[in-house]
């Protein structure tokens, strides 16, 4: 399916501008960028956004953390124990565009307006580390898990996910085992095993 095919000209413009933005952060995208690829002029796009830049932006990336939370939830799905439920968020996660958590957090968002910012940080905690939270406490009352490190097990999950793109680069593993691999540090650690 086209970019846009289906979409009115304003979710066309969101779904333009989130494919720029992360494609090339806040700071590089203009607006002149995102009307020309959906063929307006961007005085036009003001019509649409009367808070210009930031305004797309935060827009663009709410339904982009929307879609990945209603995703992570769906790939959870039913899964009977914490390794299942992992693994089918990293698949799904890693079928998706990149997002690149790091960078928006490390370079957009201080670009942004404080109430920009803080809007931002309340949706990506909703829509991402939530339902990560949920997969934790299923584990934890399923057993499966001792909660010494349950708070943060979500959010490091995330992020080294995300970084499975980089590690491919440099490791002859495929895919699959770096996932496993990553699902194994986090839930079992790097220590040998002795008898």
Known sequence: MEVGAGLNQRG???????QLFMAHGYKSVS??????RVGLRTPSLYAHFPGGKEQIYVEAAERALG???????????????????????ASWILAQPPMDLARVVRT????????????????????????????VQAALERGELSDTYADIL??????AVEGI??????????REALVEGVIGLLLEGARSRRS
């Open 12 to 18: 066309l413009i969101l779904e333009v501008a989130a």
């Open 31 to 36: 607006l002149r960028q995102i009307a020309e």
């Open 67 to 89: 879609r990945y939370g209603q995703g992570i939830e769906s790939a959870a799905g039913s899964a009977q124990e914490i390794r299942e439920a992992l693994r089918a968020v």
């Open 108 to 135: 957009d968002l201080p670009f942004l307006s404080r109430a920009s910012q803080r809007r931002l940080e309340a949706r990506l905690a909703d829509c991402l580390i939530r339902p990560l939270r949920s997969i």
């Open 154 to 159: 979500g959010p490091v999950f995330l992020v």
């Open 165 to 174: 793109r980089e590690a491919e680069r440099y490791s002859d593993l495929p």
